[in-house]
């Protein structure tokens, strides 16, 4: 973790603020010892811990940590709402509160990629940063939970750090990049072509010769950190979850999540073919993503008619009752 962003996390948390007029003795408390295991301008317990070997002092560092982090009661939605609105009015105390139940939620989700390459303790720290700038655009009146919404900043924030990690990461960014593309792509091309795809025809999608294509591939086996399992499910890699520059912002990927759950609904509204067409063409309820051909040949129509049905039923969830639709499916 360097020097600039213990930094930061301080500056966000500035005990003058944050022992305000107001506050509880027991907040002063807490912030002093979140404070001396992060660090400030003299590394505490748990920066230390995380720039050396020793085992023990970091496992100590963490429990301290965690132990003062659990003196937090966690937050009702009531409450959320009522400190979203007094950050929104230029509250530092409840911004400071905002955070401080909130920092188990990062603990967990930086749990998920402890074998990334990070330690712990540098994946937490990380988090927290996606943390605060979550508290910062929280917009309470589109009616979900922070901690949803939360989980989105803190994720990219630790998945940002592991691509940016030299000890990880042995790659260009870019490479990386186009890998993660390829991977994508290479399903869907077999899916529609009932057969593995070539280099040059995943190239022609990517706007990549088939040459570049090879060499990309290749260079991605070389790097075996690249493929190490994330979790206790190993079903997620590094190169899964590193961020993509180019990828949307957490705003926008929560918006389309919400959106989806809001689809969901609305394909109560549909004959039992469109609805089929569109959870198969956006492999909704559980189910994979589907060619127009393998949808045309499950049903006894051509591509063109999926393509009909499934625009027809797009414009009536688009135009049917449900509220705050995103335009998930807008194409």
Known sequence: MSDQKTLQINAELDEQEYTRAGSYESRKKLY??????LGGKGAGPLARAASGNNAAAIRDSLRLYLNAIN???LLTAQQEVELAKRIEAGDEDARAHMIEANLRLVVSIAKRYAEGG???TDLIQEGNIGLMQAVQKFDYRRGYKFSTYATWWIRQAITRALSNDSRTIRLPVHVIEALRNIRKIRPRLAAELGREPTPGEIGAELNLTAERVTQIVEAGRTI????AALGDDGEDTILDQVADDHA??????????????VLRSALGELDERERD???LRYGLNGTKTSSLDEIGRKWGV????????????EEKIRNSSVADYHEVIAS
């Open 32 to 37: 002093r010892q979140l404070r001396g295991l």
């Open 248 to 261: 949307p912002s957490p705003d926008e990927e929560f918006m389309r999540a919400q959106g989806y759950s």
């Open 71 to 73: 003196t937090v009661d």
């Open 118 to 120: 990070l330690s712990l």
């Open 277 to 279: 067409v569109l959870q």
């Open 302 to 313: 051509t591509r063109e008619r999926v393509r009909q049905i499934q625009r027809s039923a």
């Open 224 to 227: 075996v950190s690249l493929d």
